[in-house]
C-alpha cells in the first residue's frame, strides 16, 4: 500500500527595492522587523534571539554593502521549513571577504565575523552587475 505524497512547505517571500541613501540601514531593519512581525509571534528565548540575530545581520549586510559594494538595492527575505533567508543586493561585483584577522577591540570590520558565528551559512553569488550576500538563520520550533 502507498502513502500519500508530503503536501509542500508554505514557503513565504518579501522583496524590497532600495534607493540607498542616508538611512538605508536603519530603512532595511524597519523593512526586515515588519516581516518578521507578519511572519512570527516569538516565544521565548530562542524566537526573540533568533530575530535580534537576523536584524542584527541585515544591519551588518547593509553596512558593508554602504561601504564596499557600492549601493544596496534590494533587499529579499524568504521563509521556508525551518529557515529565514535574506539576501542583500548591490552594485559592485567584489567578493565580500576580511580584511585581516578579527580584532574585538576594534570599532568596525565585524561584519563578515558576525556572518559567520550567527548565520547557520551565508554566502554570495553573481547578481546582475553586482552581487547578491545571503545568509540563513534557523527558525527554532
Known sequence: MGHAPERPQLSLSRCFTLDGG???VGRCRDLTRQVLDEWFTPSGAGGRAMIDDVLLLVSEVVTN??????D?????????PGRIRVE???TSPVR???HGPHRPARTS???LYLLERLSAEWGWMPHGAGKAVWFVIAVPE
Open 22 to 24: 542616508q538611512g538605508v
Open 65 to 70: 554593502s554602504c561601504i564596499h559594494g557600492g
Open 72 to 80: 544596496p538595492c534590494e533587499l529579499r527575505i524568504d521563509r521556508g
Open 88 to 90: 542583500v543586493s548591490d
Open 96 to 98: 565580500p571577504r576580511p
Open 109 to 111: 570590520g565585524h561584519g
